[in-house]
């Protein structure tokens, strides 16, 4: 027997920033958008732990206890008194180290994946708790739709969205280190007063409403001039979307993909083809958004 289950990718609406907590994290005021990007993680009983991964960049991803599948396969485990014998495979669809939490993403799935092969008929609640020990995105991902997340990004308010957004995404050359960003983040902002986050009412009524011009003039990344520093080159291409018609660009998360908001569909695939011949970007994607979260496919 197996199990399968099907988890998206996300994209910050908004990504407000606070300073370095004591224990080095910052707190955050996150809106998550679920889009239509996925990952499928599979889990197969197996004589021992194991992951295997396929589909674009799997190389880079990691392939020991370190993965965040493999981690929450460990930690559901635990707290029931299991041996994690289990296969893991995940079919990579997210781009990877992208800012589109691709391995939450799988720490997510493989966790719900587990939870219905060995019957634990864990809670939702207990389910998130053992997210939040994960990472700081990796409940959204098993939530999905639109949600905000403050503390660390862990603790989330589920969000009202009136409509479908279209987006275009925008794939870098090379990743980014989200602890890298935040280390930029900090290094920019040393010395000056850095405001609590707080989610902006303005984004929050252009979400519930569905209205993409009012969400355009709304979405914002405290971690964008981070990003930037570390890769001055994704300005190019938020130039290049810019000029394509996008109602607005930003860097997703920590980066380094470059996320556009679209009127709708058919002018995200004007976008993406612009896009596509900027040269500024090594592939690009367009998927609409809220989706749900982590959904188990069959078993």
């Known amino acids: 027997m197996s199990v399968t289950v099907r988890v998206p990718a996300k ?9 370095a907590r004591p224990d080095g994290f910052h707190d955050l005021a996150n809106v998550f958008l679920a889009v239509g990007l996925h990952d499928e993680v599979t889990v197969t009983p197996a004589e021992e ?26 930690a559901l485990a635990e707290r029931h008194g299991l041996d994690p014998a289990v296969h893991v495979h995940i079919a990579k669809d997210i ?11 799988d720490g997510a799935g493989a966790l719900l994946a587990c939870d219905a092969l060995w019957g634990t008929g864990s809670s939702r609640a207990e389910l998130l708790d053992i997210c939040a020990e994960l990472g700081s995105d990796v409940p959204f991902s098993l939530v999905g739709g639109a ?12 969000l009202d969205v009136g409509g479908t957004f279209s987006w275009v995404f925008a794939m870098a050359e090379r990743g980014l280190s989200t602890p890298a960003v935040f280390r930029e983040f900090d290094r920019l902002t040393e010395g000056l007063d850095v405001p609590a986050p707080v989610a ?19 979405v914002s990344n405290d971690l964008q001039p981070a990003a ?10 938020l130039a290049a979307g810019s000029a394509a018609g996008a109602l607005a660009g930003l860097v997703s998360g920590s980066g380094p993909t470059t996320a556009f908001l679209a009127r709708d569909a058919g002018s ?4 993406a083809d612009a896009l596509r011949a900027s040269g500024t970007c090594r592939t690009v994607r367009t998927a609409s958004g ?10």
Request: aromatic share 0%; hydrophobic share 50%; proline share 7%.
């Open 147 to 158: 949600a905000l997340g403050t503390g660390r990004g862990e603790k989330l308010r589920r």
């Open 268 to 271: 995200a695939a004007g976008i």
């Open 290 to 299: 809220p989706v749900p979260g982590a959904t188990v496919l069959g078993a």
């Open 95 to 105: 781009p990877v180290a992208g800012g589109m939490a691709g391995g939450s993403a």
């Open 49 to 74: 732990l194991r992951v295997t991964c396929e589909g674009p960049d799997a190389a880079q991803v990691p392939l020991d206890r370190t993965n965040l599948a493999a981690r929450a396969a460990i």
């Open 11 to 19: 994209v910050n609406v908004q990504l407000a920033v606070g300073a």
């Open 228 to 237: 930037l520093s570390l890769f001055p080159a994704l300005a190019d291409t």
């Open 200 to 218: 902006s009412e303005q984004l929050l009524d252009a979400l519930a409403e569905g209205d993409p011009d009012l969400l355009a003039a709304a």
